[in-house]
């Protein structure tokens, strides 16, 4: 209203510059919890991505390292006889175990397929 560039559009839409940062951001986290699919306690990845300054840059491998994982991951259930100083020092990714859709971009439309799997009946 106060800008002159202001247009109120009938349905909201992505910006088309985004679209394909939002793609890869969407693929890189949880669709039910919100929490990255990597797991930064991993010293695999977090070596990766500690010495990247540049943000494309570790946009970019973050990414890489989470489009192929199709399930958010859940901690390991604690054992009862563990120590629980010794648990609390090393803190667990804290995924919620749910499967993950497959996002696709269609035009200026995004959309999650979900895969069948086999004990699905439908």
């Not at 002159?4 to 890189?28: C, D, N």
């Not at 570790?58 to 901690?75: F, G, L, N, S, Y």
Request: net charge positive.
């Amino acid at each position: 209203p106060g800008h002159f560039g202001h247009i109120e559009l009938a349905r909201p839409v992505f910006h088309p510059g985004f679209i394909v940062k939002v793609k890869k951001i969407l693929e890189s986290i949880c669709v039910n919890c919100g929490k990255l699919k990597a797991d930064t306690s991993d010293p695999n990845f977090a070596e990766k991505i500690r010495h990247i300054r540049d943000p494309k840059a570790r946009m970019a491998v973050v990414w890489a390292h989470c489009k192929t994982k199709m399930i958010c991951e859940p901690d390991d259930p604690k054992e009862e006889g563990a120590d629980p100083e010794v648990e609390d020092t090393k803190k667990g990714h804290g995924g919620c175990g749910h499967n993950q859709p497959q996002v696709r971009k269609e035009g200026l439309k995004l959309f999650v397929q979900y895969k069948k799997t086999k004990d699905d009946d439908d």
